[in-house]
């Protein structure tokens, strides 16, 4: 099956074609065209996404990137778009362009949920064996979102826990904020963390102790915040090392318990703090020592993208799960 992803939900445009052909135990994707716009330059004077800047990028992007993709005569078999949770004015860009193509190609449109993406984009690491990674732990951590689930199957999972403030990635970017980096932060911080001491500074580690699978990252935001404030000459690649190491620590540690709890065969990771280079490493290295497979998607499709929608939607049509082709900015996993 041919498939026209399309995203919007943040600041990044995204069209892309996959082909994905379902085998016995496996499926095979194709990425045929992927196209991403980033509006970063335009966000980052003001610290993070203006919603309304967002929508103008995004009604300026589409056709630029629809172009480009060069359909010609290959018509896809479905078009897909997310339809939230994001920005709403971002969302009914996208929505709203991908009704009018295909009514215009006379191809089916699918409603996709960009978590589902995130969560599905498994599926895009290597091949997998369906038979032998479920039940799996997927940690889902974007800049909106921090999700623990518990994945039974393709289609069956259920949320252990979730963060009670700010998402991780959400963290990353305050912090990066106080540090006065520029945005997104994730990456900014990441890359000042190389020159650190992560023992430096002992931040706290919210709730890793509980009982259950909540996260909350507000404190330590704010243990950054008062260490900054109260410390008269400090190094700001300490700083940042020993807070990215802090929100790892809290992120490993629990879906590993998780993992170990209920026998998880695999441990998936997704979203854009997915990208980062030492909460894939830790998780990679404890999975490794449970015996269990880990997969996590290459970077640039950890990030907002369209590949990992098209996926989604061909997911929802597997489920038969119709989402509304309407801006939902809210819904979940
Ligand atoms: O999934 P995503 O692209 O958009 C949402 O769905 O939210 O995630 C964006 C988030 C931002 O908060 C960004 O700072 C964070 O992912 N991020 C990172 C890194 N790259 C992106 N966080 C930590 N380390 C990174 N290398
Ligand atoms: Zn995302």
Known sequence: MRILGIETSCD???????????????????????????????????????????????????????????????????????????????????????????????IPLIGANHLEGHLYSFLLSQKVNLKKIFPAAALVVSGGHTILLRMDSLTKWKRLGETRDD?????????????????????????????????????????????GFDFSFAGLKTSVFYYLRDTQKYSASDVATSFQEAVVDVLVKKTMRAAKEFGAKSIFLSGGVASNALLRKCLRQESKKIGVQFLVPQIDFNTDNAVMIAVAGYMDLLRKKKYKIFANANINL
């Open 167 to 211: 998402a991780a990635g959400e963290a990353f970017d305050k912090v990066a904020r106080m540090l006065k980096l520029s945005y997104p932060g994730g990456p900014e911080i990441e890359r000042l963390a190389k020159n650190g001491n992560p023992k430096a500074i002992l931040f706290p580690r919210p709730m890793i102790r509980e009982k």
């Open 12 to 106: 990044e445009t995204a069209i892309a074609l996959v082909d994905i052909v379902r085998t016995k135990h496996t499926f095979k994707i194709k990425v045929l065209k992927n196209f991403i716009s980033s509006q970063i330059a335009v966000h980052r004077p003001f610290g993070g996404v203006v919603p309304n800047l967002a929508k103008r990028e995004h009604a300026l992007n589409l056709p630029i990137l629809f172009k480009k993709l060069n359909l010609g005569k290959q018509k896809p078999d479905a078009i897909v778009v997310t339809v939230g949770p994001g920005l709403e004015p971002a969302l009914w860009t996208g929505i709203n362009f991908a009704k009018t193509i295909s009514k215009e190609l006379k």
